[in-house]
Nanobody, 124 residues
Framework: QVQLVESGGGLVQAGGSLRLVCAASGLTFSKYVMGWFRQAPGKEREFVAAISWSGGMKYYADSVKGRFTISRDNAKNTVSLQMNSLKPEDTAVYYC?????????????????WGQGSQVTVSS
């Protein structure tokens, strides 16, 4: 079956960096758009970033633009999220997602598969 497994979360001070990695299995990875979402306590899950099938196109939520970078390695079936200049408001559980809808994924479009989530905590 399809599995998306996130790793790399943890506790970091404000201004620091973390790198999340999502390892995918059970699907033809290069046929899926990959995305990252996050959910803070008491808030709804929100879109963070998406990357196209080959990695040639990317887009980000305004709140992370210029600080976060999404990338993928289709040979290794992984997608990464490099998070720099972290702020306390970035604290959330971060989820990896796979979808076939590149333009819709950041606008509430359907997601085919979700990871289990990885906690990121940014202290002030």
């Amino acid at each position: 079956q399809v599995q998306l497994v996130e790793s790399g979360g943890g506790l970091v001070q404000a201004g620091g960096s973390l790198r999340l990695v999502c390892a995918a299995s059970g699907l033809t990875f290069s046929k899926y758009v990959m995305g990252w979402f996050r959910q803070a306590p008491g808030k709804e899950r929100e879109f963070v970033a998406a990357i196209s099938w080959s990695g040639g196109m990317k887009y980000y939520a305004d709140s992370v633009k210029g600080r976060f970078t999404i990338s993928r390695d289709n040979a290794k079936n992984t997608v990464s999220l490099q998070m720099n200049s972290l702020k306390p408001e970035d604290t959330a559980v971060y989820y990896c997602a796979a979808t076939t809808d590149y333009y819709g994924v950041g606008r509430g479009g359907p997601v085919d598969f979700w990871g289990q989530g990885s906690q990121v905590t940014v202290s002030s």
